[in-house]
């Protein structure tokens, strides 16, 4: 298994979000998170990525794991390639510069490689965020919401991507709102929301 997560609970600002969750996604599989808005998809990935403690329960997580969130973290004086460069290597994937190189033309954007980061459109910076975990190596993605903001050629992209993880022995958690055709054996529903 490469994500065990085992009677999980969440709250923030002191408020229950989620109780008893337990679920887990083995090497090649994926799972697709739905719910409506502030049900605590994010939570749940953030506390999956560990960057939010649990209120109850225990995951377990490889050691190497990207979340793409909202905020792509990338440096916005840099060119795209050298923000993305400067990831791959704190993520510490071999070979960054040829990663990066990769993974931009994965996403489509080899062409704005030299671009500053503060000059790209909404959907390209979301294309950015993907190529940054792609170029991660990370064996375990978490992503939340990435088809936010894509056209219609990106978000096929986006799912030749993750099938592409997935076949080559990764595994994915994605938490979408749009109908995304992924190679999920498992799907989880949380229900409540605010
Ligand atoms: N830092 C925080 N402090 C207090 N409450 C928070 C904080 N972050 C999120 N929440 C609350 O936790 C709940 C779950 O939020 P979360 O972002 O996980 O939901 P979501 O399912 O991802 O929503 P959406 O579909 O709108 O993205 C929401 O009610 C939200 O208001």
Request: proline share 5%; hydrophobic share 50%; net charge negative.
């Amino acid at each position: 298994m490469t994500l065990v997560v085992d009677g999980l609970a969440a709250r923030r600002g002191g408020r229950a979000i989620f109780a008893d969750l337990s679920f887990a996604v083995d090497a090649g599989d994926a799972l697709i998170v739905t719910g409506p808005n502030g049900v605590g998809k994010s939570t749940l990935l953030r506390i999956c990525a560990g960057l939010l403690p649990p209120f109850e329960g225990h995951v377990t997580r490889p050691d190497r794991v990207a979340l793409m969130a909202e905020a792509a973290a990338l440096d916005p004086d840099r060119t795209l390639a050298q923000a993305l460069a400067f990831w791959s290597k704190v993520d510490g994937a071999d070979d960054p510069d040829g990663r990066v190189e990769d993974a931009l033309a994965d996403v489509d954007l080899a062409q704005l490689a030299r671009v500053p980061v503060r000059m790209l459109s909404t959907g390209q910076r979301r294309r950015a965020a993907m190529a940054r975990v792609v170029a991660s190596g990370a064996e375990l993605w978490l992503l939340d919401e990435p088809a936010n903001g894509l056209d219609a050629a990106a978000v096929a992209r986006l799912e030749v991507l993750v099938e592409r993880h997935v076949e080559r022995g990764g595994s994915a958690v994605v938490a979408t709102h749009l109908p995304l055709h992924l190679p999920a054996t498992q799907r989880l529903v949380l229900e409540g929301g605010a």
